[in-house]
């Protein structure tokens, strides 16, 4: 069955009708000073017929009200009110009656002029800045117009303080409606942080239901976008790179047999850093890959540009001149448009649950350390108390309270190395072997362990998310050797070349398949986190005795299978 294509309708996104209605609060102004303008007119000329006036000005109205931010009748028919504003002032200071001491002379303009605030006040209402200004100059004018030109006039310079009175209160209204409209609109538009979030993580969850093979994975879109390109041109080495922070990219996803040193340098003289800052694709004869052993090479660098900001790049290259071609570059960086969109939500949605997740395990290490922690603490010391008011021939009760104390300090110390691990992030340390290492020598020296390791670490750096998983598998089955092996040597092996890692974790204790359930369940969890980043689990006897867990990431790393000593030992910690 085919799918209905999904549209967006965009008046709907933005939230209103094409011609939105009135304003609640300008209807019933307009009703209000209608009201006021017939019935002053009729009082200050002592003419009924004088209502004629409110009637014209509430037939001009009709427009406005039904289409008063149209962007040519609302205008007009404004225009339309401030000239009928004025031919009524004239008329009816004309004809006002001789003994009315509330209008007299030029001050019958008053009785029409309190409608001026009506075109005034909409036009600032609905945020139409300049063409308030331009009714108050288009009213002064036509006012003072009449007045200079219009000989009839009985009291000139009466009707003129009038008129400017009006005038002036136009204008404040203006501005006090158009400071109010901002107060509202930037209250409006400030920020609410947990609505927003649960929004959009609300349409994030819909929206990642619906993708293709419902994935979010920044390393299997960009090997899919690598595979895409090789349908249409010869790919020998390629890569996908994104922002990984500071000057240099990571490399997400790669296609090679060997390893592959590409410059993710952005300060380097390289087709890499052109693309990145030019967000043009750039054709060179010469390989990216530092490694590259020389001869013909044509590689071809494409942007991956998501609105105006670069969110990656896609690295491809042949082993002779001439491969990408303009026709053959066209193509390829017709596939790399939309993948695009697609990384950038990756990208995000791993910060997202990056972000989320440590905020989590933070919360979690405060409220075991100022719950349980405290609260065990707390039975540690009334266990020595009851242990010194307890008398010296209740030798078995003491006993028996020793060996309670001493599980009770097991299980704080047991707590302590999960708070540590809990908080254990790899920015912190600077880099995930100094994270490792830093976990590692915590848990040797709370167990007794000997703690050999071997950190190799390049200058280029794993993305984010990668690099917290692996750390996470490696305080894990550190953790494991610690609580279940009953190991006196613990060996921790890393290698870390992007988009190469190999983590290894050995010790010389009773073996995988004496331990306890609940170990079990930590190399599950293991496998889920190896998994989650496109990596290779390995748990293997050591020889002679131990377990040897190790998490690949990447082909192997140029410098061979690392693995822990059988018989010798190159150094430790304690």
């Known amino acids: 069955m085919r799918s209905r294509p999904f549209t967006v309708d965009r008046r709907a996104v933005a939230g209103t009708r094409e011609w939105p209605g009135p304003h609640p609060a300008v209807i019933i102004a307009r009703l209000i000073l209608l009201v006021l303008v017939g019935t002053l007119s009729v009082y200050a000329t002592q003419q009924p017929s004088r209502v004629i006036w409110a009637v014209l000005l509430a037939i001009a109205a009709v427009p406005a009200v039904l289409a008063p931010q149209h962007r040519v009748v609302g205008p007009l028919t404004r225009f339309a009110e401030v000239i009928l504003i004025a031919l009524a002032a004239d008329v009816v200071v004309m004809q006002a009656a001789p003994g009315n001491e509330l209008f007299r002379g030029g001050g019958a303009a008053g009785a029409v002029l309190p409608y001026l605030l009506i075109p005034v006040v909409a036009a600032a209402l609905y945020r139409r800045r300049l063409e308030t200004g331009i009714l108050l100059g288009f009213a002064t004018a036509l006012l003072v117009g009449l007045a200079v030109f219009d000989i009839r006039l009985p009291d000139r310079s009466a009707y003129l303080v009038v008129t400017f009175e009006w005038l ?46 419902a994935t979010l994975d920044p390393g299997g879109l960009g090997e899919h976008l690598i595979e895409e390109v090789r349908t249409v041109a010869r790919v020998d080495r390629g890569a996908v790179l994104s922002a990984g922070g500071g000057s240099r990219l990571v490399v997400i996803a790669q296609m090679g047999v060997d390893h592959i040193d590409w410059e993710t340098a952005l300060d380097s003289d390289s087709a890499i850093s052109e693309a990145w800052t030019t967000q043009q694709p750039q054709a060179v004869n010469r390989s990216q890959a530092r490694s590259h052993p020389g001869g013909e090479v044509c590689a071809l660098v494409v942007p991956l540009v998501a609105g105006l900001r670069t969110v990656g790049l896609l690295a491809v290259e042949a082993d002779t001149f001439g491969a990408y071609p303009p026709a053959v570059a066209a193509k390829i960086a017709a596939l790399a448009a939309p993948a695009a969109l697609r990384l950038e939500a990756a990208l995000l949605f791993d910060e997202v649950r990056s972000l989320a997740t440590n905020e989590e395990r933070q919360r979690l290490a405060r409220e ?89 670490e390049s ?11 692996l750390l996470r598998i490696a305080q894990e089955a550190i953790t494991n050797a610690r609580k279940h092996a009953g190991a006196a040597n613990l060996w921790v092996t890393c290698a ?33 986190r190896a998994e989650r980043i496109r990596g290779r689990l390995e748990i293997t006897p050591r020889n002679p005795n131990g377990t040897r867990v190790a998490v690949l990431l990447g082909t192997s790393p140029r410098r061979g299978t690392l693995s822990a000593p059988e018989g010798k030992n190159t150094g430790y910690v304690h």
Do not use: K, W
């Open 368 to 456: 075991i350390h100022d719950g349980v922690a405290q609260e065990l603490v707390m039975v540690g010391y009334g266990i020595d108390n009851a242990l010194a008011v307890l008398p010296d021939e209740a030798t078995d009760a003491a006993g028996e309270l020793r060996l309670l104390r001493n599980e009770v300090t097991r299980v704080i110390t047991e707590l302590r190395l999960s708070l540590f691990e809990l908080r254990s992030e790899v920015d912190r340390h600077g880099g995930l072997t100094a994270a490792i290492a830093e976990y590692a020598r915590t848990v040797g020296a709370s167990a007794g362990l000997r703690v050999h390791m071997s950190l190799d």
């Open 496 to 528: 870390v070349d992007p988009p190469f890692a190999q983590i290894e974790v050995c010790d010389d204790g009773q073996g995988i398949t004496d331990q306890r359930p609940d170990g079990r369940y930590g190399l599950a969890i293991m496998a889920e």
């Open 459 to 469: 200058t280029a750096r794993l993305p984010s998310a990668v690099e917290a998983e």
């Open 168 to 213: 002036l209160f136009g204008a404040l209204a203006a501005a006090v409606t158009d400071a109010l409209q901002r107060t509202i609109q930037d209250r409006r538009d400030r920020p609410q942080p947990y609505a927003e979030a649960t929004r959009l993580l609300t349409q994030l969850r819909s929206v990642a239901r619906q993708l293709p093979g």
